[in-house]
């Protein structure tokens, strides 16, 4: 009977553990659809850590994980871009930062539809503007269903490729 108790104990506490791991640290997700694409593609598993923007903000061009407002259990995952208090606008397939041209690797191919960024966008203090790589084949920012995301509102950032093997690696 002490035995018996003793393994109850202890998946209890190993239950508990994973409960407070995949809550609070780290979780698993599957990337859906061709947003992200070259940097991610579909089918994609990746370890979203949870823990980091508890101590620290975002930073442009961190891949983030954030709840999609119209759909539960939808998840979406795009790049910062846009960080609290810059303006954003997009004209002629660039990206513009506070007036300036941002430099950056990682769009797939230039903007052809501005959608809401065709005019400055103001972010909050706690608002960040994201977009997917795959900058013609995405929901993101530019349009209303998404709009600015709220730091509130991001679950963490997508740290590593465990899936597929040939592409094992942090996610960047």
């Known amino acids: ?4 108790v003793h393994w109850i104990f202890f998946l209890g506490v190993l239950f508990g553990v994973t409960f407070l791991i995949v809550h609070f640290v780290g979780e698993r997700t599957v990337v859906s659809g061709d947003s992200m694409y070259p940097s991610l593609e579909d089918g994609d598993n990746l370890i979203i850590d949870k823990i980091s923007y508890r101590f620290v903000d975002p930073k442009r061009f961190d891949v983030i994980v954030f709840p999609f407002q119209y759909q539960d259990e939808t998840y979406y995952i795009k790049r910062v871009i ?4 810059e303006t954003v606008q997009i004209q002629d397939g660039e990206i513009y930062i506070n007036g300036k041209i941002l430099k950056e690797s990682y769009g797939y191919e230039e903007i052809r539809n501005p959608g809401f ?5 103001t972010l909050a203090a706690d608002e960040y503007f994201v977009l997917g790589d795959n900058r013609n084949n995405s929901r993101d920012s530019r349009e209303p269903s998404v709009g600015n995301i709220s730091r509130e509102d991001i679950i963490g950032r997508a ?3 465990v ?5 094992i690696g942090l996610v960047g």
Request: proline share 10%; no cysteine; charged share 25%.
């Open 1 to 4: 009977m002490r035995e018996f």
């Open 82 to 85: 846009g960080l609290p208090g």
């Open 117 to 121: 960024a065709s005019s400055e966008i």
């Open 159 to 161: 740290l590593l490729r």
């Open 163 to 167: 899936w597929p093997f040939s592409r």
